[in-house]
């Protein structure tokens, strides 16, 4: 198990924090390495994990924010109408 799997349990996903849906270097460096680390750290394949863990978080994040949006959406359909009344 990789340190970064350590850390954030079997999955590395959960670390990224980019703002609009784009991974910062660091994170997909980090998941990159635990990608290497898991193949069993081949050589000359740097770029291909590069670009596997960037698609992936990538991904991860607009997965979740669009189960962020079918939450708020399913929140405010069942908010009671006067909530929702500003008079």
Do not use: C, V
């Amino acid at each position: 198990m990789s340190a970064a799997n350590a850390r954030h349990g079997s999955d590395p996903l959960p670390f990224f924090h980019g703002a609009n849906g784009k991974p910062h270097h660091d994170e997909i460096a980090r998941y990159a390495y635990s990608l290497w680390e898991q193949e069993g750290r081949p050589q000359r394949r740097a770029l291909d994990h590069w670009l596997q863990a960037e698609s992936q978080l990538r991904q991860a994040r607009q997965d979740e924010a669009f189960r962020a949006w079918q939450r708020a959406k399913r929140q405010l359909r069942q908010t009671p109408e006067r909530y929702l009344r500003w008079a």
